[in-house]
């Protein structure tokens, strides 16, 4: 019976009714209960294989909430896609296979950019996302320009300090060795302020970067790291990989073009067609087993691994605030950022990115591939932790078939309970009307006695 038939019945009722009772109707009552109570998460400080660190049940994580994202467990397709950890989601074929690199010259003149919110990793439909949605205006494409922004956060950080709130811009392909270059001209205008421009991959954390800090822009800093997921622990981290080069310009003041060649055997940086810094694979530390302290071996060589980037990463532009973050990352990038000015505002420009892949996949590959992703799907909608700016306690993230209801979607969000509360809603209001309607007759007529 449809909500229109309902309202119908119940306005020719509640007419009757008010024509011929002189007494006061039944009070209708009406409630509707969702569990929303937090679970407390369980976290560990490093990074463990087969453990999704805030699932509240610990281990990996389960069937209804299949894919893990930076310790959340979810069944949401953004979750699925990238940044999912295939070790500590239900199965490795719950998260979406990496995407294979594909040649690109974008001038950002009508790039295909995709907001994060609602982006399911796709890589048919757009070449690019934005890796944080909280500061949706901080991405722009205006005069053929990628334009990045960093404004001053409302809160202060966990240091107590004014930060600026940055974003990210990041390739939606994955590339696994090759050469990517880009037109530059960093926003980083005052002490503590990061331009960056690297190649990361989450998990396991590879990665290669060119950072430029407002506490020297004329300054190109190199570095590159080797299996450092985002929740590992800081004090396992090797920083000794990092590089510095005077370029005699003001990176601020105008373009410049940067270069990364990452091959099987060698990595070079340039600045404006000149090599700034070189490395080669086998100058690299030898990786270790951290309990037995023997060296592993690369089944693929026979040889001893090498501490070397060589996992598929993503291209990625980016600011963020280093000078008001913790102490040593502040005095690394500046300190104090200046945010004497409420509205300031740094800025990232980029004019082109040229992508020459070592591999090459299908670029039409059908997305989610046969086999991949959560074992249900639904049309959502989702709000999940992590993403929509839900607090770390939440928990699983997951679809009820029971209770056509997400657990962290508010009642009033839902659409598909928007129709069924409307109807409640409209037959509340009509026996409300009708109550009122009866008791000021039955006092018109006590007065007309």
Known sequence: MTCLKVLTQVVVVVALSVARTHGSPSPATLSTSVNLTPVAPVVSSNVTEGFCRNHPGGGKCPEYAPCCLNGYCSDDPRYCSVGCQPKNSWKETSCFPQTYCSNIHEEFDQPRLAILRTFDGNPNDYDFSRSIDYNADSVAVQDSKLKIAMKLDSVPNSYGRPQGLGSVVSTTRFMQYGKVAARIKTGSSSPGVVSAFIIRNEDPGDEIDFEFVGRDPSEAQTNFYYRTPPDMNTTLIDYSNSGKEPLGVNTVLDFHDYEIEWMPDYLIWRVDGKVIRSIFKNQTKNDFDPVSGASIIDQATGQIR??????????????????????????????????????????????????????????????????????????????????????????????????????????????????????????????????????RRRLARVRWQ
Request: hydrophobic content about 30%; charged content about 15%; proline content about 11%.
């Open 306 to 439: 090498k501490k070397y980037p060589s996992t598929p990463a993503r291209i990625q532009f980016g600011i963020w605030d280093g000078g008001q973050g913790q102490e040593g990352t502040a005095a690394w990038a500046g300190h104090p950022t200046d945010w004497s000015k409420t509205n300031q505002m740094y800025e990232i420009q980029v004019d082109y990115i040229d992508i020459q892949c070592f591999y090459t996949g299908n670029g039409t590959l059908k997305w989610p591939p046969p086999g991949y992703g959560p074992t249900k799907t639904h049309a959502g909608p989702y709000y999940t932790p992590g993403l929509d700016g839900l607090p770390s306690n939440a928990g699983d993230s997951h679809y009820n078939e029971n209770l056509p209801l997400h657990p962290y979607v508010p009642f009033y969000k839902n659409p598909k309970l928007i129709v069924p509360a409307g109807c409640l809603l409209g037959i509340a209001l009509i026996a409300a009307a009708a109550i009122e309607v009866t008791k």
